[in-house]
């Protein structure tokens, strides 16, 4: 096997791969499983969409560090010509952009109708800002992104805090038990993911120039937070598999 291909996928990056690919075939073999009505419920079928994509994406990341001409010759048509070897292009279009707007919607699906309109408005704030931002040549695809990310992580912050308005709020939600709502794990998670996510961005930079070991700990935190949130998603498509395990979701229709 070529030696570049192990490091790229099994050394580099294999201690977050390895399972995150096994979320991710885990996940393809429950939703299979899945009865076809429940296979159509968007709370279901989101989280399994965000599971496949960031499984697409993750590889994908390893795959540029793998065939480094592949690289090279993105960020060149991008005009990055000084720096072949950043593939943040990358994880600006799919991890800063795409996955925001998808977690958007996933916030979206657990929220009254009432509060649904404000996340509309959030997704499309965000397609704007970043167009303005990154056609302007604020920040260019190929370099880091902070004030996008910045913008996208606290939207979903605020989203999440919608849900958690509800849960205290609603009369349903007050009746159920939150530790047995897989919406409550998924906000939870979310929450703490995007939370440390963020930390982690803005100071990562000058970490790694002060205190390495420090930088590289809380980059293998956020790791770790991330599998926890991809294992949430993973559990709720295979949730309909398990009876017993959760409660049902409280519903917002006759409220």
């Known amino acids: 096997m070529d030696s570049r291909f192990v490091q790229a996928f099994f050394i580099s990056y294999g201690e977050f791969l390895i399972p995150l690919d096994l979320f991710f075939i885990i996940g393809v073999a429950c939703f299979i499983k899945l009865p076809k009505e429940t ?98 040549g604020i920040e260019p695809l190929y370099f880091n992104q902070p004030i996008i990310f910045t913008f996208g992580a606290n939207i979903i912050l605020i989203g999440s805090g919608l849900y958690f308005i509800g849960m205290i709020t609603h009369e349903q939600y007050l009746a159920s038990n939150p530790l047995r709502l897989l919406s409550f794990w998924q906000m939870t998670f979310i929450m703490f993911t995007f939370t440390l996510t963020y930390i982690s961005s803005v100071a990562k930079f000058y970490l790694y120039e002060v205190n390495p070991v420090l930088g590289e700990s809380l980059f293998q935190i956020e790791w770790i937070m991330q599998l926890i949130n991809l294992g949430i998603l993973t559990l709720t498509v295979a949730s309909p598999l398990m009876p017993g395990i959760f409660e049902k979701e409280p519903s917002y229709e006759f409220s």
Request: hydrophobic share 50%.
């Open 39 to 136: 296979r159509a419920d968007i709370h279901y079928w989101l989280p399994f969409l965000i599971l496949v994509f960031t499984a697409f994406y993750e590889n994908m990341g390893a795959y540029t560090n793998y065939n480094y001409e592949f690289k090279a010759s993105v960020n060149a048509y991008l005009g990055n010509t000084e720096y072949p070897k950043f593939n943040l292009w990358l994880n600006n279009i799919t991890k800063r952009g795409i996955g925001v707007i998808l977690y958007l919607f996933l916030i979206k699906s657990w929220l009254e109708p009432s509060k649904k309109k404000y996340i509309n408005w959030m997704i499309y704030i965000f397609i704007v800002v970043v167009v303005i931002i990154q056609y302007s």
